[in-house]
């Protein structure tokens, strides 16, 4: 039987039960007694919709008496004011903006007796009747709540706890429900699901494209913001908004060269904006392009005189590119628009300082501090320009100021540590840079500067800790490691003073004392041949008679006669009216087998000093080596007369008497 239930919910509860069971069973026998004749009548090829009335009233008496389960047939839906007939096999559909209502339904039971409808996912126990919204399940099946699985609905007819029915619902969703649910959403996560498949399913929509890109961005997605942006612009290069959001995206991640031909793309469809130009130069500024910034600074203000940003920036750019001049020019036009501004005033100062135009930035820095007080950096900066106006005083007075308010800036104390250096006040200065020091460990230059403070000192192990902290820091440093071997040397310790002249020699010190104290040094350890090697090293730069001198004694012992006789030879270059230089080449030419340089430069010898005994006794044996009798008798008198205790020369007289007759009569 079919059962109607009004949108009302009217439901007829009275009448005399006596009554209504007496209707029923008289109908039930009249059904049953009907059925079975006309059943059986029927059995012989009698049209089929009789049969299939007879089936119905047979199946309503046996559900309604015998309590058999009911089939259904169909149900009658009335969605947006139109009916629709829904039977077992078929779906039904709805979307955000549908209304419908269960309306009839049709079944065996007679008057409906324990049928109910369930939509699922909405409505009450029993929805015939009920208004209903497909917004509510699109709503379900929209959420992407964490863990939540794919849920399917159904409109389920049920005769008492029994399901006879199961209607699918097709849940449509548009791309205008994951719009509404993103505009909805306060979760950027969740904005960016709702998107993405808004735009799978509208893939062409660039404005619904845009809005993920949006919300990629929001959501920290940057890469992916910039992709959906990019597919924007491949559809339409020439859509304001993204190219727009790409250069920020662009800036913000300092890709700066990809940048400006947007903002080149920008500027063709709006030739006017400033801004654009702007962005490109500061685009160029941040590569360092200085003159290309300066040109867009300038477009940029032709456009918008009245920029003060973008001027400051331009001054700024002139700063940079090493045009001072250009940039106090836009500072100052920048301040007579922002006068008294802090800021513009600081960086105008500091321009004079680096024309050193120190007078205008003392004025400027101390308009400043009337203005900040506290102002550490500028107290900094007016030392700065104090001292280099010779105001020491004022300078030291300065730097103290920005340490009271500032206690922590390093730069401050090693400026004050230098200060105190020009004044000679070195244990002051000491103490700046130790507190450099603590303030920041590994500073390079105040670890130097207490290195040679201490070196000065004599201090040398104090020196030399230092020293090891900056060639930790700095291992190719050659004068470190020259000031290392020379406190090491001092110190005694003249292995690691080799070491530490070697290393320095090997990163470029040319300073031609290393080679001497080197010298020295393996001198000290026994290694005569090394430092010989080193004085050799050290006499091309500076040849010296005293070094000159080492090495010719060295050369000799070495039979290096060919040597010793150039470092004589250099010594007479030195001075020329030294006696012994003559009688020492002479010497060395004696061993080499040259006997008349070496005479010659005996008799060089005794021009200057007649009065050596002992070169006119080597005169008189050269002289003797060449048969020269008669003249080597002469100067073995004369070295005899002039020191009576030569014993050899008293003995050599006679003997060359008897070679002088021995030579006459063997001719």
Do not use: C
């Not at 995206?249 to 063709?268: F, G, N, T, V």
């Not at 513009?344 to 007078?359: E, N, P, R, T």
């Not at 009688?583 to 050596?612: F, P, Q, W």
Request: proline content about 3%; cysteine-free; charged content about 30%.
């Amino acid at each position: 039987m079919d059962y109607y239930r009004s949108r009302k919910h009217v439901k007829d509860e009275g009448g005399d039960k006596t009554r209504y069971v007496w209707i029923i069973v008289i109908l039930v026998i009249l059904s049953f007694v009907g059925g079975i004749v006309l059943n059986q009548l029927l059995s012989d090829n009698h049209d089929g919709a009789i049969t299939q009335r007879v089936y119905r009233i047979k199946n309503i008496f046996l559900s309604t008496i015998m309590d058999r389960t009911p089939d259904f047939y169909y149900m009658n839906i009335e969605k947006n004011g139109k009916d629709f007939r829904i039977e077992q096999d078929n779906r039904f559909e709805v979307s955000y903006r549908d209304e419908f209502v269960v309306k009839q339904v049709s079944t065996d039971m007679l008057f409906g007796k324990g049928i109910s409808v369930d939509v699922e996912g909405m409505g009450t126990a029993n929805d015939i009747g009920v208004l209903l919204k497909g917004i509510v399940l699109v709503d379900r099946v929209v959420s992407i709540e964490k863990g939540k699985q794919e849920e399917h609905y159904n409109i389920l007819v049920k005769s008492g706890e029994t399901v006879i029915a199961s209607i699918p619902i097709d849940v449509r969703v548009l791309p205008q429900d994951w719009l509404r649910y993103a505009k909805g959403s306060e979760s950027t996560r969740s904005q960016v699901e709702y998107l993405r498949r808004a735009v799978e399913m509208k893939p062409d929509d660039i404005e619904v494209r845009k809005m993920l890109a949006k919300a990629y961005i929001a959501s920290g997605k940057t890469t992916s913001g910039l992709s959906e942006y990019k597919k924007v612009l491949a559809k339409e290069p020439n859509d304001l908004v993204s190219l727009i959001e790409v250069t920020k995206i662009y800036m913000r991640s300092k890709k700066y060269a990809e940048a400006i031909p947007l903002y080149r793309r920008i500027i063709r469809i709006n030739p006017s904006d400033d801004v654009a130009y702007a962005n490109i130069a500061f685009a160029y500024s941040r590569l360092k392009q200085w003159d290309r910034a300066i040109a867009n600074y300038k477009v940029a203000l032709k456009k918008n005189s009245g920029n003060v940003e973008v001027r400051y920036q331009l001054a700024e750019s002139y700063e940079r590119s090493g045009n001072i001049k250009g940039a106090i020019a836009q500072y100052k036009e920048v301040l007579k628009k922002m006068p008294g501004d802090v800021v513009v005033m600081d960086a105008l100062a500091h321009a004079y300082l680096k024309i050193k135009a120190f007078d205008d930035a003392i004025g400027l820095y101390e308009k400043i501090l009337k203005k900040k007080p506290r102002n550490a950096s500028v107290y900094a900066n007016l030392g700065l320009a104090y001292g280099s106006r010779g105001l020491k005083k004022k300078e030291i007075e300065s730097y103290k100021k920005a340490i009271a308010i500032d206690p922590r800036d390093p730069v401050v104390h090693f400026n004050l540590a230098v200060a105190y250096e020009r004044e000679k006040q070195y244990q002051k200065a000491a103490a700046e840079y130790e507190k450099v020091l603590k303030i920041k460990p590994n500073d390079t230059d105040a670890i130097l500067r207490l290195a040679e403070y201490h070196l000065r000192k004599k201090d040398y192990n104090k020196s030399i800790v230092f020293y090891e902290k900056i060639v930790k820091q700095s291992p190719r440093n050659g004068s470190v490691y020259a000031n290392l071997g020379f406190a090491y040397g001092e110190l005694k310790k003249y292995k690691e003073a080799v070491d530490k002249y070697n290393k320095a020699l090997k990163y470029g010190v040319k300073d031609k004392q290393i080679y001497y104290n080197l010298a020295v040094a393996y001198g000290r350890i026994g290694n005569t041949g090394k430092e010989m090697a080193a004085y050799e090293r050290y006499v091309t730069y500076k040849p010296t008679i005293k070094i000159l001198t080492i090495l010719a004694d060295y050369y000799v012992k070495k039979k290096k006669y060919d040597k010793a006789i150039s470092a004589y030879k250099k010594m007479i270059q030195l001075n020329a009216k030294r006696p012994e230089f003559y009688s020492g080449l002479a010497y060395v030419y004696g061993l080499a087998g040259n006997v008349d340089r070496e005479i010659d430069n005996y008799r060089s010898s005794l021009k200057l000093d007649r009065e050596d005994y002992a070169v006119y006794f080597n005169l008189a044996a050269a002289l003797e080596k060449k048969g020269r009798y008669e003249e080597a008798l002469k100067h073995y008198r004369t070295a005899y007369q002039l020191n009576p205790d030569l014993t050899e020369a008293a003995r050599k007289i006679p003997e060359m008497k008897i070679k002088m007759l021995e030579q006459k009569y063997k001719g």
